[in-house]
C-alpha cells in the first residue's frame, strides 16, 4: 500500500469510469453512437428477450411524458422504442433501463471483436498495484454492471477484470447521494471512511464524501471543467494514488 493511501487507512478504491480510467470521448464517440446506430435493429432481432428493459423504458417514458418533457410517442412497434430510445440517449439520461438495453448491445460489439475498450495507461499499473498491497478495487457507474463488466474485460491493455472485487450501477441508487456510497461501503463490508472514491465530477464526490468516504478528483483531458473544484484533492494520473 502507499504510503499516502496507508496513513489515511485506506482499504478499497472505489472508481467511476467516464473520465476517470477512460476517456470521455471514448464513451461518448464510440460507444454511445454504437449503441445509437444499432439499436433499431437489435430490438426488432431480440425482443423477446428484452422485455424487463421495454418495461423500464416505458415506465420512464410514463414519468416524461407525466413531467411534460415530450418524448417521442412509444407504441407496440419496437421503432418506437428505438425512437425514444434516441430521446434518451441525446439526454444523456442515466436510466436503467437505458443502461441495461446499451449493456445488451455493447456486449454483442466487444464478443465480435468490433469494439476495444479504451483505458488511460496509468490504469492497468495502478490496479496491479493496489491488488497487490491488498486493496479492494471497485467501479461505480451510471452504466449498467454488463457495461462495466464488459468494458474491463476488453480493454487495449487486455482484460483488467482480474483486479476487481465489485460493479455497481444505478440499482444501488444514484451517484449523486449519499446513501449510495454508504450502501456501497457495506456490500464491501468496508467502513466508508477506509474507501476513497475517485471521480471527474465534483457532486459524486461531495455525495461520497457525505457518506464520509475520503474522495479525489480526476483531472483527465478532454475532461469537462467542473465547479469549485479546490474543494477537492485533484489528481491528474492514479500514478499519484
Not at 435493429?41 to 423500464?56: C, E, K, M, S
Not at 475498450?117 to 454488463?146: K, M, Y
Request: charged share 25%; aromatic share 8%; net charge negative.
Amino acid at each position: 500500500m502507499t504510503e499516502s493511501l496507508s496513513s489515511a487507512e485506506i482499504r478499497g478504491i472505489l472508481l467511476d469510469i467516464e473520465g476517470t480510467t477512460t476517456p470521455i470521448a471514448f464513451v461518448h464517440d464510440v460507444l454511445f453512437t454504437y449503441a445509437r446506430q444499432r439499436v433499431d435493429d437489435y430490438l426488432v432481432q431480440h425482443a423477446n428477450a428484452l422485455t424487463d428493459d421495454i418495461a423500464l423504458l416505458r415506465e420512464e417514458h410514463t414519468r416524461d411524458a407525466a413531467s411534460g418533457a415530450e418524448p417521442p410517442p412509444i407504441t407496440d412497434d419496437p421503432a418506437s422504442i428505438a425512437s425514444y430510445v434516441h430521446w434518451l440517449i441525446d439526454r444523456d439520461r442515466k436510466s436503467t433501463g437505458l443502461k441495461s438495453l446499451q449493456g445488451k448491445i455493447w456486449r454483442e460489439g466487444y464478443t465480435s471483436g468490433t469494439l476495444k475498450a479504451q483505458v488511460f495507461s496509468d490504469v492497468r499499473p495502478a490496479f496491479a498495484r493496489w491488488h497487490e498491497a491488498g486493496l479492494s478495487i471497485s467501479i461505480f457507474s451510471s452504466g449498467s454492471v454488463l457495461a462495466q463488466q464488459l468494458l474491463f474485460s476488453h480493454t487495449e491493455a487486455g482484460d483488467l477484470t482480474p483486479f476487481i472485487n465489485d460493479y455497481f450501477d444505478t440499482n444501488v441508487g444514484a451517484k449523486g447521494e449519499a446513501e449510495s456510497y454508504r450502501r456501497i461501503a457495506n456490500k464491501i463490508n468496508l467502513p466508508p471512511a477506509e474507501v476513497l472514491f475517485i471521480s471527474d465530477v465534483v457532486t459524486e464526490l461531495a455525495a461520497a464524501a457525505e457518506a464520509e468516504m475520503k474522495t479525489r478528483l480526476s483531472i483527465r483531458p478532454g475532461n469537462q471543467p467542473q465547479p469549485d473544484p479546490d474543494r477537492f484533492q485533484i489528481i491528474q494520473t492514479f500514478d499519484e494514488v
